[in-house]
C-alpha cells in the first residue's frame, strides 16, 4: 500500500535501523533473533513466569490474573509493573540483559520492540500467532498490521489504538457550533477560535495536530530509505506554523504552562474540568471520561477524526497497533508462558477494555463488533456521557489507514530533539525556519552516526 509517493512497508527496518536501534545490547549480549537456549522446564499449563508490563495492577491486570489462575493453577504468575518511561525501560532491559528474571515483557513503540528483538530478547512467535485469530493477522504483509521482522514474528500488538479528538458536546451546543465528521484543519483552528473567543473555552487544546503523520504515516520522520531525515519537507513547515499560530493566538494551551504545570502528566483534567474544548488521545482517555470520582463532570463526550489536510482526501491516523507482548528467548518456562500470552489475547482482553485498551483483534470496520465491549470500556453511565454513536463511527471507521513505524533509527535522539526545539518555538525563542534548519541538519546527523555505529 502507498500514500501519495511513500511506499509503506514493515520489511524497511531491514536497511539498518533495527541493528542501530539494538547495538548496545547486542554488543553486550551477542545474541541474534533466533530464540533462546535456556534449559526448558514447566508445560503448558505448569511453571513460573515473571510478567513485566507498564499498567498498574488495579486498571484491569489484577483482574485478569486472577481470572488466569483461575483457569491455569499450576502456573504461578508473577507480575512486575513497570513504568513507561526512560528509567523504567532501563531497568527491564537491564534485566533482559541478566538481571531479574523476565519471561513475559511488554514493549510500548516501535523503537522498544526493535531494540529488544535486535538484541535476541525476543522468541519467535509466529507459530503462536497463526494458531490464534486474534494474532493471526500480524503475521501478515498488511501494511497497517504488519509486525514481521525477517519473515517472523517476535512481538504481538495487544492494543488498537487509533487517534481521535474527544469534543465537549455542551460546549459545542452552547456555542451553537455543529462539528462536521469530514472537518478540515482550517476548521478545526476557526471552531477553536470561536470557542476562545467566546469564552466557552480557556484553550482549544493541549496537543498540536501531527499533520506530518497524517500525510506521510509512520515514518513520517524520515526520508524513503530511512538514510536522512525529512524535516525539509513542506507539510512540516505547515505544521509548525500552524502550531505557532495557534500558541500566539492562545487556541493552544501555552507552552510557559506547559512546562510550569507539567501538563503532560494529566491533561486529561483541563478536558474533564471543561478548561479545553478538545482532547486529542487514544481510547486508553475513555476510562478517565468515565471516572466520575476523579473526573467529576457532567457533559457529553462526542468524537471526531483528525480534521482532514484536504476534505475528501485519504491520510494515514497517527494511531496504531500497539502494547506488544513478547516472550524472553531465554525463558525457562516458554510453553506456559505462551499459554499466558494466549489468554491475554484471548480471554483476559477484556479485563483490560477497563483501561481504555480496545484489543487488537478488532480495527477498521468493526464498529458493531466494538459495541459488545461498551460496559467494560465506557462503564455504566455510558449513554450520558458518551456519544456512542459516534465513538463507534469515528474510532472503527471503514476508511481508517492505521499507522505502523518501520524505520526506528535515532528516534529518541530525534524525539527529544523535536521537543527541546518545539519548546524555543513557541517560547518565541526561534522562528519556524531556523527551527527546521536546526533539526534537518541535528537530526540528519544522529541519523547517520547511529547507522555508521550499526
Known amino acids: 500500500m502507498s500514500m501519495g509517493d511513500r511506499t509503506f512497508s514493515r520489511r524497511s527496518v531491514l536497511t539498518g535501523s533495527l541493528a542501530a536501534a539494538g547495538t548496545a545490547l547486542v554488543a553486550s549480549c551477542g545474541n541474534s533473533p533466533s530464540g533462546g537456549d535456556a534449559q526448558t522446564q514447566g508445560s503448558a499449563e505448569s511453571g513460573v513466569i515473571n510478567v513485566w508490563g507498564a499498567i498498574t495492577l488495579d486498571r484491569g491486570v489484577q483482574e485478569l490474573l486472577d481470572a488466569f489462575a483461575a ?15 526512560t528509567d523504567g525501560n532501563l531497568k527491564l532491559d537491564t534485566s533482559l540483559q541478566g538481571g531479574a528474571p523476565v519471561d513475559v515483557f511488554f514493549s510500548y513503540g516501535a523503537a522498544a520492540v526493535a531494540r529488544r528483538t535486535e538484541a535476541g530478547y525476543a522468541l519467535d512467535l509466529t507459530e503462536l500467532a497463526q494458531s490464534m485469530p486474534e ?45 462536521p465528521f469530514d472537518w478540515t484543519i482550517e476548521e478545526f483552528h476557526e471552531i477553536a477560535t470561536e470557542l476562545t473567543a467566546g469564552g466557552f473555552a480557556e484553550s482549544a487544546t493541549y496537543k498540536s495536530l501531527p499533520l506530518a503523520g497524517m500525510e506521510l504515516g509512520g515514518d513520517s ?14 507539510i512540516w513547515k505547515q505544521q509548525f506554523d500552524l502550531e505557532l499560530a495557534m ?25 474533564l474540568g471543561g478548561q479545553h474544548a478538545f482532547y486529542l488521545d487514544n481510547p486508553a482517555t475513555l476510562r478517565f471520561v468515565k471516572d466520575l470520582e476523579n473526573y467529576p ?11 482532514y489536510l484536504e476534505r475528501g482526501g485519504q491520510q494515514w491516523n497517527t494511531g496504531s497497533y500497539e502494547d506488544a507482548v513478547q516472550i524472553n528467548a531465554n525463558t525457562s518456562y516458554p510453553e506456559a508462558a505462551k499459554t499466558f500470552v494466549q489468554f491475554w489475547l484471548q480471554d483476559g482482553s477484556e479485563f483490560m477494555q477497563t483501561a481504555g485498551k480496545v484489543p487488537s483483534s478488532l480495527g477498521p470496520g468493526q464498529g458493531a463488533a466494538a459495541e459488545a465491549l461498551f460496559p467494560r470500556l465506557l462503564g455504566d453511565d455510558y449513554e450520558d456521557l458518551f456519544d456512542t454513536d459516534a465513538l463507534t463511527q469515528v474510532a472503527f471507521a471503514d476508511d481508517i489507514q492505521m499507522s505502523v513505524t518501520t ?6 535522539e530525534i524525539a527529544n530533539l523535536r521537543s527541546s526545539l518545539t519548546q524555543q518555538l513557541r517560547l518565541g525563542e ?3 525556519d531556523d527551527m527546521l534548519g536546526r533539526l534537518k541538519a541535528e537530526a540528519d546527523a544522529a541519523i547517520t552516526t ?5
Open 221 to 234: 520522520q524520515f526520508a524513503a530509505g530511512g538514510e536522512s531525515s525529512s524535516f525539509d519537507l513542506p
Open 430 to 432: 526561534i522562528s519556524v
Open 407 to 412: 524505520i526506528t533509527t535515532a528516534l529518541t
Open 297 to 307: 463532570h457532567d457533559f457529553r463526550t462526542t468524537f471526531r477524526p483528525m480534521p
Open 71 to 85: 483457569k491455569y493453577p499450576d502456573i504461578q504468575v508473577n507480575y512486575e509493573q513497570f513504568p513507561n518511561n
Open 135 to 179: 494474532a493471526e493477522p500480524f503475521t501478515s504483509s498488511d501494511p497497517q498490521r504488519t509486525a514481521l521482522f525477517d519473515d517472523k514474528l517476535f512481538a504481538i500488538p495487544t492494543v488498537y489504538n487509533p487517534y481521535l479528538v474527544y469534543l465537549n458536546q455542551d460546549m459545542l451546543d452552547a456555542a451553537g457550533i455543529d462539528v
Open 247 to 271: 500558541e500566539q493566538d492562545g487556541t493552544l494551551f501555552p507552552m510557559e504552562q506547559v512546562l510550569a504545570q507539567r501538563v503532560d502528566l494529566y491533561a486529561q483534567s483541563y478536558f
Open 450 to 454: 547511529e547507522l555508521a555505529q550499526g
